[in-house]
């Protein structure tokens, strides 16, 4: 089981970093027919069902109401049909199941956060310009701490997983679905806010925001 959840946790930092990359995309797809919606439907029933019996095998039981294969497929349709992007919090071995949501809420804002603030990162400290590092630096907490608060804001839970371990703590994941297009909006927000209190010039204002922008 341990071993189990290990491996979710090394999953989880590769898909933050994947989604990281996702968010960007500027264009949304085409509307769709209700003929496709109802295939992409049916094909994520299927999924669903193979994803649910391996989760249970594992111990893993749902929050939410319904079956789990219903839940986990209402979510996989969301992500193709309104083009929507997921990310996945893991919490392990907390007492209770309220500690382990509390921690999830606090991580996954600040892994997204600290993934795109070296994006920005490579722009500061590339920048040719006369700045000291602990100003540069200054800059980056300031954007990575604004980022963390303003993506929390665009977080949807999707649905949520837990079990209890035999010594009776609890394991977690909750699934969140965020919309590329307000979690670019979010970076730029956090960008402005700490642009406006290093006090940086338009010069590298757009710098920072063309970076923002190309990721």
């Not at 990575?144 to 394991?171: C, F, H, Q, W």
Request: proline letters at 2%.
């Amino acid at each position: 089981m341990k071993t189990t959840m290990k491996h979710s946790l090394r999953v989880l930092a590769t898909v933050i970093a994947l989604v990281a990359v996702l968010f960007t995309a500027a264009a949304k797809k085409p509307a769709l027919t209700e003929k496709e919606k109802a295939k992409i439907e049916k094909q994520a029933e299927k999924e669903a069902k193979k994803v649910a019996k391996e989760l249970k095998k594992e111990g893993w039981k749902v929050e939410q109401s319904g079956l789990m294969e219903s839940v986990i497929a209402r979510h996989m349709a969301k992500l193709e049909i309104q083009g929507l992007r997921e990310i996945i919090g893991s919490a392990t071995d907390k007492k209770t199941r309220s500690m382990c949501r509390k921690q999830i809420q606090i991580d996954v804002p600040n892994a997204y956060a600290k993934e795109q603030s070296q994006v920005v990162k490579g722009v500061v400290t590339n920048k040719d310009r006369n700045k000291d590092g602990d100003e540069s630096e200054d800059f980056i907490g300031e954007y990575e701490t604004r980022l963390a608060m303003e993506i929390a804001g665009e977080l949807v839970e999707s649905y949520s997983l837990y079990r209890k371990n035999p010594d009776g703590s609890y394991d977690m994941q909750i699934y969140y679905l965020v919309d590329p297009e307000q979690a670019h909006a979010a970076k730029l927000r956090a960008a402005k806010h700490a642009m406006e209190l290093q006090k940086l010039d338009d010069e590298w204002r757009q710098s920072i925001s063309d970076a923002i922008n190309q990721n």
